[in-house]
T-cell receptor, first 115, second 116 residues
């Protein structure tokens, strides 16, 4: 079975600084998807960024980028120029290929952004 | 268009009572998922619907949990004889099913269930 591990329950970053959230996963598959979701206090899960495992190039979305290390099964999220609105729970998630696969989530990292 | 909606937003019930949680997916989305988020935990998968059928029920924790989907749209998650360990946020997500492409899951705001 696939597992996703987030070893940082809480992280803190100063506004305008850069922070990296860690995620490791375990799978025997060679092709899959990885995601980072943001969950603010409103509880709405928001997709931040996704990575297809067959792509070697790391995904980027504006201030958000990932460091995908397939051999090490590592998938970290870097947030640059942190903003107060980035404060939330961040979840790493895995999904097998296939049109209707479920998501497997880590336990989350709570990110605080300070002035 | 409208996103995924869930009702009620919050539900407080007494141990032993039955509860029904509702999910309205995005119009036209064939796939519907239920997840549970317990305090301090990530989301755990409960059940997946494709249309009105549920090909994957592997995440339902006990036979007290059931779900149905009618008309390929609204889904109801029912918990019978609720227990305190059922207290959690129940999240619903929907997705289009487009062959050979990535199908993003869009999440609703969840229902927070508290069992006293």
């Amino acid at each position: 079975a696939q597992t996703v591990t987030q070893s940082q329950p809480e992280m803190s970053v100063q506004e305008a600084e850069t922070v990296t959230l860690s995620c490791t996963y375990d799978t025997s598959e060679s092709d899959y998807y990885l995601f980072w979701y943001k969950q603010p206090p409103s509880r709405q899960m928001i997709l931040v960024i996704r990575q297809e495992a067959y792509k070697q190039q790391n995904a980027t979305e504006n201030r958000f980028s990932v460091n995908f290390q397939k051999a090490a099964k590592s998938f970290s999220l870097k947030i640059s120029d942190s903003q107060l609105g980035d404060a939330a729970m961040y979840f790493c998630a895995y999904r097998a290929t296939g049109t209707a696969s479920k998501l497997t989530f880590g336990t989350g990292t709570r990110l605080q952004v300070t002035l | 268009g409208a996103g995924v909606s869930q009702s009620p937003s919050n539900k407080v019930t007494e141990k032993g009572k039955d509860v029904e949680l509702r999910c309205d997916p995005i119009s036209g989305h064939t796939a519907l998922y239920w997840y549970r988020q317990s305090l301090g935990q990530g989301l755990e998968f409960l059940i997946y619907f494709q249309g009105n059928s549920a090909p994957d029920k592997s995440g339902l924790p006990s036979d007290r949990f059931s779900a149905e989907r009618t008309g390929g749209s609204v889904s109801t998650l029912t918990i019978q004889r609720t227990q305190q360990e059922d207290s959690a946020v129940y999240l619903c997500a929907s997705s289009p099913l487009l062959d050979l492409s990535y199908n993003e899951q869009f999440f609703g705001p969840g229902t927070r269930l508290t069992v006293l």
